[in-house]
């Protein structure tokens, strides 16, 4: 059974950090692109960041680019989203998501065929 499982999120004030964690199992996630996606109440979700299949190239969405970063090591079958400088709008569930198949990422939910049950990050004083 192909399972993408979310940790890290929880509350942390503004200016702090996070480390996101998604591991898969029941599946081998080489090759494959993964995303990182977002919604906050009320709102759509939206794109964070992505890694191709071969962890190059990587994409961010402009709200986040130089505060977080992604990473991903396929022995581990796992992919971080290491968060700085937070900030209450990026309050929100985290999910990520796999493209099976596909090694090219993109940061459109449509891409990805395969989402996690999503962790929540609560950035409050």
């Known amino acids: 059974q192909w399972q993408l499982v979310e940790s890290g999120g929880g509350l942390v004030q503004p200016g702090g950090s996070l480390r996101l964690s998604c591991a898969a199992s029941?599946?081998?996630?080489?090759?494959?692109?993964i995303g990182w996606f977002r919604q906050a109440p009320g709102k759509e979700r939206e794109g964070v960041s992505c890694?191709?299949?071969?962890?190059?190239?990587?994409y961010y969405a402009p709200s986040v680019k130089g505060r977080f970063t992604i990473s991903r090591d396929n022995a581990k079958n796992t992919v971080w989203l290491e968060m700085n400088s937070l900030t209450p709008e990026d309050t929100a569930v985290y999910y990520c998501?796999?493209?099976?198949?596909?090694?090219?990422?993109?940061?459109?939910?449509?891409?990805?065929?395969?989402w996690g049950q999503g962790t929540q990050v609560t950035v409050s004083s």
């Open positions: 890694t191709s299949g071969s962890a190059v190239p990587t």
């Open positions: 029941g599946f081998t996630m080489d090759y494959f692109a």
């Open positions: 998501a796999a493209a099976a198949g596909r090694s090219a990422c993109y940061l459109q939910s449509g891409w990805y065929n395969f």
